[in-house]
């Protein structure tokens, strides 16, 4: 008589595959996002330093930076007047959520979150111009979440 | 408390200020004297400093007019005194000894306190004119570095006002409150006082007395000029902007009153932390354009204010404002206009770097705005101007930006121009109330977007000198006003100028901008909406069933109305009828059914003039009642059952729905009238509206339906009989149907010349059910057709133009029923016939194209059988497994089958699903003259053949008896079959297998023990693929045996049973070959050379005569064109060896 054999995935890999699914659902959400402002590829927007850029080759290096940058996406696109981007956000506290278990599960210390006074005085003063900052805030997300999936597994540094 | 007293001529213009102590233990008063206007010390605009020395109280206790005048250092110049260098003692008072001394110094800003030395105390003073110009404010601050400092308990100010303008005094002594919380007078906490009222024309002397315990001392007299005084409030409202010429600018509004002139100071700063600030001094213009702001910084600026050239204090320092210098800046940053205008804004780089040579600009982000349209101003502004801009939706605005152009991609800053353009094309509507007392007016907002801060207004005129028709975009008059619009956004006149043009439209404000929509001009006549009429009534009349409504409408408005009326029974999803056009105030309408419950409601609107639709008036509902009893009865018509072995019969009758129009208008319900042959009558009351059923068990049997309500019961009746004896009337020549479309078949009949004429017809028509189809009970329809009807009877219903129906006619005489004709109408093209009749029609037919068929063939290929097949069988003796076998023994056929006894049918034909090919021939008794064309093909085996069936197969069964049973003669056969089974078919297995492996060895037909060429499919017996079929004449005692031989190997008994049970003239009867795979191409070349391949023992010479073989192609053919057979050849071959027992004896028969 045959034995079956069964293995039960290691939590950690377990948490880090949720979160790669669900950083690729919040990609695929984003790129469904149907946002009225249509950027041509011809257009680069500037002035916005303070919205976490990937675009670097740089990899990721921490998981508390991973957990830093999200939190900040979260707090763009909660402060913009951006609509349909309810389930986005939710994905992305989601996905904090699941960085942070990730962190506690090879002994990282709490987060503790950077003083974000002088982007919150700059979405507040800017609220305005919500369709360039809101445009580019979703497109360095989604760059950001690919990089996240590409070197979650090489993330071991709090 | 305490007086002060003026004293004699020399004193006349004496202001003296009594200060008197309230200590706060005791309260001691003494009382100082200044008797010399030119001794007096004018209040600078800035801060002064009064240091004494206290004297003893005990020591002078003297009446304060003892006080010579001559004891107190004078003023001599009020020049001097305001020379802001003039830092000499400029005051005293000496009494007993003691000293006071006033200093004033423009330059220092600090205490001047802390620069003299002084024995008992000293106080810092600025006094000022608030921005209000209604107090005179002193502010009286103790040094805190004398001893005697916290020893200070009491102050007290007195003061005279002069009018500066006369000589003499117009005021008198006043003695000004100093605040009850300042009055501990201890500590570091500065004393003020505060002198209400003032008035900028007088001048006021103030006299300050200072008690500390049993001492005091009395400051020199103070003048002061409130308009030299003046602090104004700061400025107001700061705010920076950037110019088209882009200048930074920061402005303010100046305050408020400013009696004068002023002078302004800026300053601003970039660092919030520690601010250096820069400062803009002598500013005279209600601005400044600082150059030197930085983009990218965050600066903070401040401005105050004071009079310009005179003598007054600086206010305040304005509230910061934070300034943020963007990259780029647009002017104006949000633009409102109106869709379709021309739009500029310009584009300032702050940082100056980029040059303005090679920006784009691009709308929405997505539209690069065409370079003509742009322009450079200089080296960092760059301009556009958008021509007839669109509507802006759905986003509410455009986006429009400036951007650096880098080869193929434009660096755009994150800011835009926000470009509102808003359709103006606004719908204003009206309606002036039913009694045209107010006319209510909205506008639909279109959904649009507006900059934050922008207000609409629903502007409107009246204007009475002219119409509305004659009016061209009047719009802007000096008399227009704003409507203050109710709480859902609307604007009500009220009273009402019935025929004054009233011209409205939206304004949006945004900043200096104003967006006007276009006007609507509105008479308030033209836009009544009438109350809806009241009073509704309605009601169907009782003779004719009809509607018949009525109303009232109101007084006002005067003119003619017309009326629309709209109807609905009371159902669910409500569909109305409307009656337009109505100018009564009463209505009568035919409806569809008079016996329901109506609802109604009618609406007015103005006749021959424009007006509203009023709304509907309240719903109104009919009532349903009895108008009459029903006038027939229902139709309806039969269905017998009768139970052939009990020999009872039911009748049922099938009731149609009466005609509501017959009923007027409620049957409450039906009543069946039974009377037999016996005399015996009664009746049923029905439960049921659509059938009943009673027994019949009498010869003659009579029912009547009756329908009945609570004003009676019909008169009219259809009444049907029923007898069991009595002759049924041929009364029907020809009937016919045909079918003219999917929803009508026309029927026609003729009747016999002397027949008498029908009451009516009843005419059945009934679906027939396709093979294998679940017969209904009772699935027929039925109609009563008149009797008059001569010509064609068109009956409607779903017919499927493919599918068979059957149709039956019925007289009807008053005696009872006449003789019924059927007509069927099927999808094979015989209408007309019955089908009995076209299937016998079809069958002989075939059987005769197939007898000339199977004799041709046979004819052909008895003859070629002959030549080519005996000379090709293999010699088994050459077979490796027949050597040594004695087939000449009659033993060595049982051993042969011994030898394969283990193997199993089963496997053998799964593990070699197609391994040989194989032909049944038959043998033929009689010459194919002799046969009849019909062969019992289409013959279904009769009941007596079934004990013949159930025998079970046996070897010992004699082929004798079989031979000597006489052939069983079929009604429907036109001929005599007498055709006998020279096919052998095995009976089991063994024998087969033989065969099969006999083929398998050598590649032929073995003919060893079976006088059959092993024709055995293996798996399926597909027909149209591998089938060779051959026709043969049956022996109707031998259809069974060869029907089982088919390979219908999947059916039962039971299901042989139903087969040949079932009265199917189709059915038709096969021998069978198939190919193995491995032998295909074979098979084509079987196929192909047709009489070349032997399809019968070789050895068999007594008992087989050669059979022409037949083309297996040819002849599949052919009866797949005539016959339906997929089914049963797909079925499986196996289990076919079950039921060929019956061939046995024929086998034993051709062996020898």
Not at chain 2, 53 to 73: C, F, V
Not at chain 2, 257 to 283: C, F, H, I, M
Not at chain 2, 957 to 967: F, I, K, L, N, Q
């Amino acid at each position: 008589m045959l034995h079956l054999c069964y293995s039960w995935p290691v939590p950690v890999d377990k948490v880090k595959n949720e979160a790669k699914l669900l950083a690729q659902t919040t990609i695929i959400r984003i790129e469904k996002h149907t946002d009225q402002f249509k950027v041509s590829p011809n257009v680069v927007f500037s002035g916005l330093e303070l919205i976490p850029d990937s675009s670097s080759d740089k990899a990721l290096d921490s998981l508390g930076s991973v957990e830093e940058n999200l939190g900040i996406f979260q707090e763009i696109l909660s402060s913009l007047p951006v609509d349909n981007v309810d389930q986005i956000l939710a994905d992305i506290v989601n996905l904090q959520i699941i960085i942070r278990s990730l962190a506690v599960s090879i002994r990282c210390a709490p987060f503790k979150s950077r003083n974000t006074g002088q982007l919150e005085n700059f979405l507040k003063n800017n609220s305005t111009f919500q369709f360039t900052i809101g445009n580019v805030a979703l497109d360095r997300l989604q760059k950001y979440l690919l990089k996240l999936i590409r070197n979650l597994d090489q993330l071991k540094k709090c | 408390m305490e007086s002060t007293t003026g004293r004699g001529g020399s004193f006349e213009k004496v202001f003296w200020l009594l200060c008197l102590a309230a200590s706060l233990q005791a309260g001691a008063v003494a009382q100082i004297f200044i008797d010399e206007d030119a001794n007096a010390f004018w209040i600078p605009p800035w801060h002064f400093s009064l240091s004494c020395n206290l004297y003893n109280e005990t020591d002078a206790g003297i009446n304060p007019s003892q006080r010579s005048p001559g004891n107190i250092n004078k003023q001599t110049n009020k020049e001097s005194a305001m020379n802001p260098h003039n830092t000499d003692l400029v005051g005293s008072g000496i009494w007993n000894e003691t000293r006071c001394h006033l200093w004033s110094d423009i330059n220092s800003q600090r205490s001047l306190c802390d620069d003299k030395v002084m024995e008992v105390f000293c106080l810092n003073i600025l006094c000022w004119v608030d921005g209000n110009l209604s107090h005179l404010t002193c502010n009286l601050m103790p040094s805190s570095r004398p001893r005697g400092t916290s020893m200070l308990s009491t102050v007290r100010l007195h003061y005279e006002i002069s009018d500066s303008s006369s000589e003499g005094l117009s005021g008198g002594h006043r003695e000004a409150v100093i605040p009850a919380f300042e009055s501990s007078c201890s500590g570091e906490k500065a004393l003020q006082c505060v002198i209400p009222g003032i008035n900028m024309n007088y001048t006021y002397t103030l006299l300050l007395s200072v008690t500390h315990h049993q001492s005091r001392v009395e400051a020199p007299a103070m003048r002061a000029t409130p308009g030299d005084l003046v602090k104004p409030h700061p400025p107001r409202s700061l705010q920076y902007e950037m110019t088209p010429e882009g200048v930074s600018r920061i402005s303010w509004r100046s305050p408020e009153p400013a009696p004068y002139d002023l002078q302004y100071e800026v300053r601003y700063s970039a660092n919030a932390t520690e601010k250096t600030w820069t400062n803009v001094e002598g500013v005279l213009e209600a601005y400044v354009t600082p150059g030197d702001l930085k983009a990218g910084l965050d600066y903070t600026a401040q401005a105050r204010c004071k009079r310009d050239r005179r003598p007054g204090l600086w206010s305040n320092w304005s509230k910061p404002l934070y300034i943020r210098v963007q990259e780029v800046t647009y002017i104006p940053a949000t633009v409102l206009t109106t869709a379709g205008s021309n739009v500029t804004v310009y584009c300032v780089f702050n940082n100056r770097s980029p040059s303005v040579k090679k920006v784009v600009w691009w709308l929405n982000a997505s539209e690069k705005v065409l370079e003509k349209l742009y322009s450079v101003m200089n080296d960092h502004v760059s301009r556009v101007t958008l021509p007839s801009v669109s509507p802006s939706k759905p986003r509410g605005y455009h986006l429009l930006q400036c951007c650096q152009q880098t080869g193929e991609t434009s660096d755009c800053n994150y800011r835009y121009a926000q470009i509102y353009a808003v359709d103006v094309n606004f719908l204003i509507s009206c309606e002036t109330n039913g009694y045209q007392t107010n006319m209510t007016c909205k506008w639909n907002p279109n959904g649009i977007q507006l900059p934050q801060g922008s207000s609409v207004r629903f502007m409107y005129r009246i204007r009475n000198d002219i119409s509305c028709d004659a009016l061209q975009d009047d719009l802007h008059g000096a008399d227009a006003k704003e409507c203050q619009l109710g709480v859902h956004d609307e604007c009500t006149f009220q009273p009402l100028y019935l025929y004054f043009c009233h011209i409205m439209w939206i304004e949006i404000h945004y900043k200096l901008v104003t967006v006007r929509s276009h006007p609507a001009y509105v008479t308030p006549m033209d836009v009544v909406k009438p109350d809806p009429p009241f009073n509704v009534k309605a009601e169907i009349t009782q003779t004719e069933g009809f509607l018949n409504m009525s109303w009232e409408r109101r007084e006002l408005p005067v003119y003619d109305l017309q009326f629309e009326v709209r109807y609905s029974g009371e159902e669910q999803d409500r569909k109305w009828k409307t009656l337009g056009n109505v100018y009564n105030e009463q209505a009568l309408m035919e409806v569809a059914d008079p016996c329901v419950v109506y609802v109604v409601q009618v609406r007015c609107k103005r006749h021959n003039g424009t007006g509203h639709w009023s709304t509907w008036s309240s719903p109104v509902n009919t009532r349903v009642n009895d108008i009459r009893a029903p006038a027939r009865g229902p139709d309806f018509w039969r269905v017998i059952h009768e139970d052939t072995v009990t020999k009872q019969a039911n009748v049922t009758l099938l009731l149609k729905p009466l005609n509501i129009k017959e009923v007027f208008c409620m049957v409450k319900g039906f009543r069946v009238q039974h009377q037999t042959s016996s005399g015996s009558t009664w009746s049923d009351d029905l439960s049921s509206t659509t059938d009943y059923s009673f027994p019949w068990t009498e010869d003659f049997h009579s029912v009547s339906v009756i329908a009945f309500n609570s004003l009676g019961s019909s008169t009219e009746n259809y009444i049907l009989n029923v007898s069991r004896h009595a002759r049924k009337i041929q009364s029907v020549q020809s009937f016919r149907a045909s079918i003219v479309n999917s929803s009508c078949v026309a029927l026609s009949w003729k009747l016999l010349p002397d027949s008498p004429l029908p009451e009516s017809f009843i005419i059945e028509w009934e679906h027939q059910k396709k093979e294998g189809g679940e017969e209904e009970e009772d699935s027929f329809k039925w109609v009563r057709a008149p009797s008059n009807q001569t010509a064609k009877y068109y009956l409607y219903d779903a017919f499927f133009v493919h599918d068979e129906y059957r149709f039956i006619l019925y007289p009807i005489f008053p005696e009872g029923e006449g003789w019924p004709e059927t007509f069927y109408i099927n999808n094979k093209g015989d209408n007309g016939r019955s089908r009995g009749e076209g299937a016998a029609y079809i069958l002989l037919l075939i059987i005769a194209f197939l007898s000339v068929v199977l004799l041709v063939a046979l004819a052909i290929s008895q003859h070629q059988m002959k030549k080519l097949v005996w000379k090709d069988v293999p010699n088994p003796n050459n077979c490796s497994w027949a050597q040594g076998v004695d087939f000449k023994k009659a033993e060595t056929i049982g051993n042969l089958f011994k030898h394969h006894k283990r193997l199993t049918s089963g496997l053998l034909l799964l593990e070699s699903e197609r391994i040989s090919e194989a032909v049944i021939v038959e043998k033929m008794k009689q010459s194919v003259e002799e046969k009849e064309t019909r062969v019992a093909l289409d013959v279904s085996l009769s009941q007596s053949h079934e004990p013949q069936q159930d025998s079970p197969p046996s070897e010992q069964h004699s082929h004798t008896e079989e031979e000597e049973r006489e052939p069983v003669v079929y009604p429907e056969s036109s001929g005599e079959p007498k055709i006998e089974y020279a096919t052998i078919l095995p009976s089991d297995l063994y024998k087969q297998q033989k065969s099969i492996s006999s083929s398998s060895d050598e590649g032929n037909f073995s003919a060893n023990n079976s006088d059959i060429s092993g024709s055995f499919p293996n798996n399926l017996w597909e027909v149209e693929n591998q089938s060779c079929i051959h026709l043969a004449q049956v022996n109707p005692q031998m259809l069974r045996s060869f029907n089982s031989s088919e390979g219908f190997s999947e059916a039962s008994e039971d299901q042989d049973d139903s087969l040949l049970d079932e009265p199917c003239p189709e059915r038709d009867i096969y021998y069978l070959g198939q190919v193995s795979t491995e032998e295909e191409g074979e098979k084509e070349k079987f196929l192909k050379e047709d009489a070349q391949v032997p399809c019968q023992d070789s050895r068999d010479e007594t008992g087989h005569e050669a059979n022409p073989l037949l083309s297996c192609h040819s002849l599949l053919q052919f009866k797949m064109n005539q016959t339906d057979l997929p089914q049963k050849s797909s079925r499986l071959y196996m289990p076919q060896f079950r039921a060929v027992s019956n061939t046995i004896p024929k086998i034993t028969k051709a062996q020898k």
